[in-house]
């Protein structure tokens, strides 16, 4: 026999940042703590594997030459070109996040419903830019100076820094999001600083959420 337990209320969080603040990182820890995570960068990836009519969309913007010949798409041509430019931000994000926002709610729903993890967590950038705070119990910002973003994604993705600035650009300043935020996770220091900030919120959340225990034969 195997005891299983159940979460009857499951809290949703919202965990964001910047570009190279280190959300991913926050909710691998979290992942690694029982949480359910729900990236929005891989959920938009395969959007865009199987919507034809979002790529017919993305082509007559973009041009053809974002897809490779296998018909994968090429994400650094891109991201190149989307921002780069603002207006190609915007349409970028007119097609994408429609479609992108309607799977995230029912992956969270089917997890919900599920009763299988104590936090359902989206991993998003973007959370504040699209306007979906409200949809979330709780929301997460991951913190760090620009210094160390701009390095990270220098080395992460072979970028120049004046193309990371860009990036940056795009996105409401970290400093905004840390006043609208219910926990704020430094990521200036350790990867142990990390964790154990990222296991005291755990805690924390966690301590109201009611669980049943079942029996399975």
């Known amino acids: 026999m195997k005891k299983i337990i159940k979460y009857t209320n499951p809290k949703l969080v919202a965990v964001t940042g910047g570009i190279g603040s280190g ?34 969309e993305l082509r007559k913007v973009f041009g053809s030459e974002i ?7 090429n994400r650094k041509h891109l991201a190149h070109l ?11 994000n007119k097609i994408i996040h429609p479609r992108m926002v309607a799977e995230v709610i029912e992956e969270m729903e089917t997890a919900r419903f599920s009763q ?3 936090l359902i967590i989206i991993d ?7 306007s979906i705070e409200k949809m979330f119990d709780v929301l997460i910002v991951v913190y760090a100076n620009l210094d160390n973003r701009i390095k990270r994604v220098m080395e992460r993705d072979d970028l120049k820094r004046a193309e990371v600035l860009a990036r940056v650009r795009r ?10 935020a219910d926990f704020v996770i ?23 959420i009611q ?3 079942r029996i399975r034969v």
């Not at 897809?67 to 798409?73: A, Q, R, T, Y």
């Not at 998003?124 to 699209?130: D, G, N, R, V, Y």
């Not at 154990?196 to 805690?203: A, F, H, R, V």
């Open 23 to 56: 959300q991913s990182t926050v909710c691998n820890l979290f992942q690694n703590l029982g949480c359910k995570i729900i990236d929005v960068d891989i959920k938009a990836k395969q959007i865009i594997q199987k919507d034809i009519s979002l790529q017919k």
């Open 67 to 73: 897809f490779f010949k296998d018909g994968s798409l």
């Open 82 to 92: 989307a921002f780069r430019d603002e207006s190609k931000t915007l349409e970028l």
């Open 116 to 118: 299988r993890y104590p």
């Open 124 to 130: 998003a950038a973007l959370i504040f830019e699209i």
């Open 171 to 180: 996105q409401i300043p970290l400093e905004d999001k840390k006043e609208w």
């Open 186 to 208: 430094d990521n200036n220091g350790t990867t142990d600083d990390l964790k154990k900030q990222t296991e005291q919120i755990y805690e924390e959340l966690i301590s109201d």
């Open 211 to 213: 669980t049943e225990k």
